[in-house]
């Protein structure tokens, strides 16, 4: 009886461990509220179909959204250019749709200003920025004229991106290897930034601007004040190559996404003050395609979706371990090339809609909204997932940011809806256009070609340019010579006057 009640005292006993264990396994996420979203994806009739989205292979997402208009960066046959399509204008586009065709090379990268809804930057293989102004209602005819043109850099430009908070103040970085800081009130470029040894690849401000994240193909990443251009942080990633960078809000972490030493894709948590090791690592897959990781400062979710995915894995982001809280996956056949994100105040809150993807199909040349959307059975407004949220009102001009001031986003309630209008009127600085004059050829008006048919077409050209000068020059030898016979006469001619 003895050892049969042991046998069964130690059964119970593992029994007991084995719950406890079983309970202490289960994961925290279970009590957030995020725990259950959906992503879903528009019917076709709110898809924008026959776009000829871009083929370049840059790594960029050529797709900008505000809540006014949806802008694509398009297969052009000379130069580069985008189109604009009012939110509102859903279905098939007209294929003779007007575009905003101004630069002389591939757009690389284009963003909406965060705070004037018209306006638009985009950059370029010309080696330019330029600033456009879109009209009420979309464009109605082709705009080659911009507001703005910014000349800097000495190679082409592959990124741009506006201060969260100053309304003024625009980044851009080239292929120079340089970052230079725009401030549009004057049209003139006020700072270099110039520590990066290859080109760079991604930035991304913190929450009030006064802290800028870049990574680099030097596989380094670094935390910079942007102001000074000091390099506070940076990390040398060996065994984490970063391709991709964000900031998670006022959290002071880092995120990053890049591939592993055994080329597996993994993201990378960092405290924004210690670049020396990560705080966690956590691997993916083993696919080869860019992730983009998005971050909702508002939720506290992470979204990252791989180029040429179709799927879409979002986590949630705490201040504990493990940190990373994996939640669902959005899955989809259609391969994305690039995404472009709806701003807090283009949300559907009747809907529940935390945030909206619109992904870039090129295969079938279509634009397909996906709204992430928290399932709740109240039709009423939602504040615990819709806490204030950074409006579009800046906080700071940008002589106020240039002299060292910090400010925090100017908040907005999503509960009455985007209502209040912005008052502000964004203003181009009024100059003349310079040019940089190297015997007699302006070099921001002649690009350097970037095929063998523009070679020889520059170099005939050139040729013909050539010829018409010699003849210019020898009409005017014969008119030299002509006037030297004329003035000998005259000298010959006035003493005989005299004598007579």
Known sequence: MCIYSSRKNRQNLKRKVYKRRKMSWRPTYRSSKFRNVYGKVANREHCFDGIPITKNVHDNHFCAVNAKFLAIVTESAGGGSFIVIPVSQAGRIDPHHPKVCGHQGNVLDIKWNPFFENIIASCSEDSSVRIWEIPEGGLRRNMTEAMMELYGHSRRVGLIEWHPTSSGILFSAGYDYKILIWNLEIGEPVKMIDCHSDVIVCMSFNTDGSLLATSCKDKKLRVIEPRSGRVLQ?????????????????????????????????????????????????????????????????????????????????????????????????????????LGVMPKHGLDVTACEVFRFYKLVTLKGLIEPISMIVPRRSETYQEDIYPMTAGTEPALSANDWLSGINRDPVLMSLKKGYQKPNQLVFKAPVKEKKGVVVNGIDLLENVPPRTENELLRMFFRQQEELRKLKEELNTKDVKIRQLELELNNLRNVSPVGNNV
């Open 234 to 338: 940076h990390a040398s990633c060996k065994n984490h190559r970063v391709n991709r960078v964000v900031f998670l809000g006022n959290m002071k972490r880092l995120l990053t996404t890049g591939v592993s030493r055994w080329n597996t894709r993994q993201i990378a948590l960092w405290d924004q003050e210690d670049l020396s090791m990560p705080m966690v690592e956590e691997e993916i897959d083993g696919l080869s395609g860019l992730l983009f990781p998005f971050y909702d400062a508002d939720t506290h979710m992470l979204y990252l979706a791989g180029k040429g995915d179709g799927n879409i894995r979002y986590y949630e982001i705490t201040t504990e371990k493990p940190y990373l809280q994996y939640l669902m996956e959005f899955r989809s056949p259609a391969p994305q090339k690039g």
